[in-house]
């Protein structure tokens, strides 16, 4: 018995699905179906991490927010970002085609890629980005070590 063998196209194919779903939930209901995290109420911003000579700096995506709807902590290696987004109650009765965006309680830790110095961290909140700058601590230092 033969057995034919295909790549795995990843994500493609996944996205195919997910097209054939909305079509089908078109054809039922008339209309697009909300995202998994409507369903959950819960979201994750969208992260980036770079580094510099002198520190690390995080950016996130958290719009609709106020900055005193963010906590940031760090513990050991790990920066956690923390927060929620409240969905707007308004009184009018209103007939929505689509919902796409995200409410709800956020949280995304991040494994920092070396030791920083906390009591140096700085956050700044503008136009929905979150940036946070955490200075290096020292210099990293390679150790070689002998195999015996």
């Known amino acids: 018995m033969a057995f034919e063998v295909k790549p795995w196209k990843g ?4 996205a195919n699905l ?9 054809r039922f209901f008339g209309g697009e179906w909300p995202s998994l995290e409507t369903f959950r109420g819960e979201w994750a911003p969208s ?5 510099t000579k002198d520190s690390i700096l995080v950016k996130a995506e ?3 927010l106020e900055a005193k709807d963010i906590d940031i902590s760090l513990s050991n290696d790990v920066l956690t970002i ?3 987004k409240e969905q707007e109650k ?4 209103e007939n929505y085609h689509r919902i796409e965006r995200s409410y709800g ?17 700085k956050a700044n909140y503008k136009n929905g980005v979150l940036k946070i700058t955490l200075p290096k601590s020292g210099e990293a230092r390679e150790i070689k070590i002998k195999v015996e």
Do not use: A, H, Y
């Open 11 to 14: 994500f493609s194919e996944l």
């Open 18 to 26: 997910r097209d054939e779903m909305d079509k089908m939930w078109n």
């Open 47 to 51: 992260v980036d991490v770079s580094e």
């Open 62 to 64: 958290v719009p609709g």
């Open 82 to 84: 923390k927060g929620t």
């Open 90 to 93: 308004e009184e009018k009765e």
């Open 105 to 121: 309680s956020f949280s995304r830790s991040i494994r920092l890629p070396r030791e920083v110095q906390g009591d140096k961290i």
